[in-house]
């Protein structure tokens, strides 16, 4: 894949988690699930390519659907080595390729693959704050705390440097002197498909 030297905000597309607690016998089951007649993880990946200029993807193998679709697309996917012992693992990979590929980012944006209904103008919304204050910037749905959050790309290094289950939450807390919460009216920030429960009946 060519550098793209054009892209200021990129999408990070965690997608390579087992899921375990919504099926612990098929891993990636849940990302597969429909809503709408398109997959969890799809509409997560819509999201981000309708709000970023670019987007990088961790998936659990080239053969994953989410994987085939997104390189369909042209977008960049990424098999993390160690995904499997946590989601700060496939942060790391996805944030260490990000100057390689995308060396005028200015945003990056950290989005979880099973959580399929943010709006993208919401994600617009988060950059555009991050931005304007050089700041990171966190969404919050009636005072709870939500996804995606919007890093300036000089923390690249430090997201690259992620590791374990946690994802970016020590950065964090580490920088809580540079994080914004932005109150969005867009309750798909604090919504995720964790168990079948959380998916909506079928029609």
Request: glycine share 8%.
């Amino acid at each position: 894949m060519e550098p793209n030297a054009t892209a200021r905000s990129v999408g990070l597309l965690l997608a390579a988690g087992s899921g375990r607690r919504f099926d612990s016998t098929a891993p990636g089951r849940k990302l597969e699930q429909l809503i709408d007649g398109q997959s969890v993880a799809s509409r997560a990946l819509g999201t981000l390519r309708a709000s970023c200029d670019a987007v990088l993807v961790a998936a659990r193998s080239l053969t994953a659907p989410i994987a085939q679709e997104a390189a369909a697309m042209g977008v960049k996917v990424l098999v993390p080595e160690q995904s499997s012992l946590g989601m700060g693992h496939s942060l790391a990979a996805l944030a260490a390729a990000v100057p390689e590929h995308f060396p005028q980012a200015e945003t990056l944006v950290i989005a979880l693959a099973d959580m399929p209904w943010i709006e993208p103008a919401t994600v617009r919304e988060l950059v555009s704050a991050s931005r304007a204050g050089n700041v990171i910037a966190q969404p919050a749905f009636d005072g709870e705390k939500g996804h995606p959050v919007v890093f300036p790309a000089s923390y690249a290094a430090a997201l690259a440097s992620c590791t374990g289950d946690t994802g970016a939450r020590d950065l964090l807390r580490q920088n809580a002197d540079h994080l914004r919460l932005v109150a969005v009216n867009d309750s798909g920030v604090v919504r995720d498909v964790d168990t079948p429960a959380d998916l909506p009946p079928r029609r």
